[in-house]
């Protein structure tokens, strides 16, 4: 069986579980007051530009995505998300029980863009609405796409001038900003967004996502902030040698990379077959759609996830791909469809 | 001026302050734990043809709604809304900051229906999303329409089908109760629903809502969770004899059917000049369109508000009518609308 | 029977109810936004002596308390309170509902003083645990103490070197205020705290508390969050005729001084029989202590709450005073004491 | 330096991380349904000696608090909690946050007993206080102690009587079990609590805590529960191939005894130079009283941390051994005492 089911299968890459080996028996601070976690830090710095950020590490997504949100919101303002976005539709309800209403904007492709803001701030006028304070967006999206430094920068400005504060979940970033189509920078990022974060888990570390705060007002107490959301772990340095190992040198780039390859690959076997896709494919999540029957046969030899039916006869499946994804996986893809 | 601006412009119905009066320096009980309350208890039973209910007066409807909502409901459990609900456009995300997603549901008409609960439910299907577990429905609707029997049965199988809690936000449902199309009763309703309240507020009482909890499972500790939301208030007698007023005789029902036929009127006036309605009239709110030209001039006589821009010549308007709609108001819309 | 039981047995002052009923049918804008309510914060602006304050009408204590609490705390910071205040006693964990620890220190007397703050600062340190913000104090106390202008600069000084937000609920500000040992004004208080209220339901009003923001930082958006907290009334005017009708002229104070009397007398009659109290009187709250075997008696003849068993045969009770309470209630009281 | 500063400061037991590296390409189901974690449970479940539980692992001790608690208790209800507990005094009010009071009990040794309940239960008897439904113990206590079995069957017996759920938190349940004077098993553990939770992080894995659903109304859609908090972790399996490695044999309870090992040398080492203790030592924490002097000098060759002031003179200090401890670190600690 080849999976390609999802980019969170596998441990970790074997450069960090060395690193975690090498370092293993050291005495290390606890709570993220660590060695390894400031060397962490100063390696994402270095890749961002600026030392004028803080950096904390937190063990997974949707806790950064809740303790991030309620961080900053007051418990009449909302965040606005995609209807798609994850805060929206795949964490049970995790912002809300943090105690804010998450405003959600249909879009086709999962991206956020400057009119969506200002349709809901236009609607949302006076105290007897959530006043909207936040933009979520991610990048890549659940869908796969990414954002063009065009469309950042457009959603920066339309965020800076309405007074909001912009968010950039980045669960999947590696595979964002190592995509083909991609123009952004680390930097670029950091220059057009207030916070946001590097995804380790679903990029080869075993768990952790690197929450970079940007503007100096969003930065007090944050400390006290991760420990009151339950999300300050006793061995924070953990986290930060995998960061450390991502960060000193390509690691992470070339993790994420590897795993776009291999979508590239199941892209172009796909198309060439003539198999349409439910979403245009960028980065490592494909939503190709397949006959049933033919999907029936695929389950035998592969593992994925049924995304949305679209006819009687046809179903779009999702496909993932990681830094563990294997040549040999693609081609027995490959050889499947020469069948059928 | 004549308002036609909403039905919470005036003080209470003279009988009430008059009870107010009456009983103003006798000594009672505290926090809802008095004899009047008892007293309008018993006649709201009565209303109801049962006595196996609870009932709590709250001060306020968005109190009465998060209350109840979070009562209720698990931190992973969500309550299912029509998209233009109270508790989802105007409460400033109250629900949202106990805790709890809205689904919410596009509609047409402001009406809940089993179609749109049952697709909410097919698409949560695991622990990544929130658990649908309440329906709420008002009645009327925020558009002024009203729920039949048949389509509160018809909800009602649903939710008891599916385990959810169906709750019925009645602060105007003394309209809904003495509108023409209605063939609900107060007994029906209680039948039907697992909670829902009398709003007195929008029915000439300065102030309060009867919360009539029904099913047994929902009744336990509740004063407790009154007293939580900060909503048990120290003079709860004040409620108390408001709503002794208001049920002792058909009062309740006949200042609703005032707001009713002030608006039938109002309806009638529009219609014999060949406006249309933004929704069709069913209760003391009505939406009719207007050429924005004649809004100007119904400005300097009319006290409204604006519901929805048409297009660029049109304009959907609020007039709501209440108890205290007096004859001579819609006699000068009516004088009006013949010299436009 | 007479009642010593509570401050909120009865209506409201006639006075109060005249100009409900004077008002009671003219149209007055929605949810705070009226004449009535302006002009009662334009009269309470003047017993301030100052102009720069919002005011905001708040139907309940409890709901006042958590709406100015959970305004201003982020979610790791804690209020700071006497163990015996009522919202760490008596308000069902509504504060911590709201998201928030309130930090207990044991008083002998309800009051708080600067050396209790410094040892609640000097504890906690890091971010591990909850950061105290706030300084809960009420006037009147529970027990019925008052504080002094010199005991509250105290505070005041204490609480901005420290940069915390004083915050002194004044449910019984009225009793305060006019008792024979208070030399404090509620322009004193103004000048002293951050946020405070001056309380209607326990001084005559049907419902209400005057809420009063002085520090400019916090009076931003506060309409969001009194809506979000469910607490914006749609008849807000119902709330702003009875400050007018309080603080038109010097009837608020009237009200508490009468209650104020009449505790005095009681205690005058209790003290020369020669029966101790478990707490000084200052105000309309008397905690004597009186034999078990009388108590027996007092029952036949008064309402009243027991506060605590002193030894096998002794008890100290609550008698509460209002403006309500008769002479000859007194006098039955010092009969009932002449008596035994 | 050697370091007596915590129990987290190390990465992981080498056999954990050996079987870490063994599986790392494996690809496993994501959140926490996978083999690893299946085989994990049933390795628990055969040393609680019985099948009847539900098991999840959390990634850390604050996450799991704040989640356990705020599962099972409604808006208006308490956990009861030694004055010492660590959800009372070092969680930054995460359980407040989730909507919780914690009522604290001072205690001498941070034991709980039934009497500190029944004096909570006494004293919060109706719908004004919040109402106690949770007991929260630890075991070891945050004082190092140790719960007996006696007095466990007797807390035990107390909560059952009063409804109340008993909740054991085990961060250091390891060195509990593994010291000189237990008599309790897991069984019994498990035969007495309704839920509690085998600590990982600081028994020698990266990260993690073994969480035991015991009562079956406790279990019921809890991965919706954990996902809610965001403790849903995508990678579950690293949790459970660490409890893998600590339950397929005797690891875990290798590794705790380890370290009480080295914590009674060190305790024989402190009183033989007849140093006293500020709380008899059970477990892996000691809290030795030294003079000023001699810690000035023990700080330049040990690590640990200041417990409270004694007096002007003495101090008391926290030394922690773990796993990890090496018995050369407590020799350098005997020929410390013994040149002073």
């Known amino acids: 069986m080849h999976s390609f ?17 090498k370092y293993n028996l050291e005495k290390n601070g606890g709570y993220g007051l660590d060695d390894h976690s400031d060397i962490a830090k100063k390696y994402i710095k270095r890749e ?29 303002q ?5 209807d798609s976005g994850h805060i929206n539709v795949h964490e049970t ?16 492709d999962g991206k956020l863009r400057p009119d969506h803001i200002i349709k809901v701030l236009n609607y949302h006028q006076d105290e007897h609405m959530v006043q909207p304070k936040m933009v979520y967006i991610s990048n890549t999206t659940e869908l796969g796409t990414v ?27 590696g595979s964002a900003l190592t995509c083909k189509s991609n123009d952004l920078s680390l930097e670029d990022i950091a220059g057009l967004v207030d916070v946001f974060y590097i995804g380790g888990t679903k990029n080869g570390a075993l768990l952790g996502e690197a929450l970079v705060l940007i503007r100096d007002d969003l ?18 340095f953990v986290l930060g040698i995998q960061f450390e190992a991502l960060f000193q040198d390509s690691l992470y780039f070339d993790l994420a990379e590897h795993a776009n390859i291999m979508a590239c690959d199941l892209t172009k076997i796909i198309s060439d077959k003539d198999y349409k ?9 494909l939503f190709p759609i397949f006959p049933n029957a033919i999907l029936e046969k695929m389950k035998d030899e592969f593992v994925f996830s049924i995304h949305e039916k679209i006819d009687e006869d046809n ?20 050889s499947f469809l020469e069948r059928y």
């Open 5 to 21: 089911m999802n980019d969170y299968s596998e441990g970790a890459h074997p450069r960090i579980l060395d690193l975690l080996n």
């Open 48 to 76: 961002l530009g600026r030392d004028d950020v803080d950096i904390h590490f937190i063990a997974a997504g949707t806790l950064t995505n809740v303790l991030t949100i309620s961080a900053f919101l007051k418990p009449y």
């Open 78 to 82: 909302a965040v606005i998300s995609a």
């Open 147 to 173: 954002y063009t430094k065009e469309e950042l920068k457009a959603i920066s400005k339309c965020s800076r001038e309405n007074n909001l504060i912009l968010f950039m979940d980045g669960a999947r970033l």
């Open 315 to 334: 179903t779009a499946i999702r496909l993932v791909t990681s830094w563990a994804t294997k040549e040999e996986s693609v081609d027995a893809f490959r």
């Open 93 to 108: 309800g995790a912002v809300e029980t943090s105690g804010h209403k998450v405003i959600s904007v249909p879009t086709i």
């Open 277 to 285: 896709f439910f979403i245009k494919p960028y980065s490592n999540q």
């Open 219 to 236: 930065k007090e107490d944050f400390r006290y902030l991760i420990k009151n959301r339950g999300a300050l772990m006793a061995k924070g």
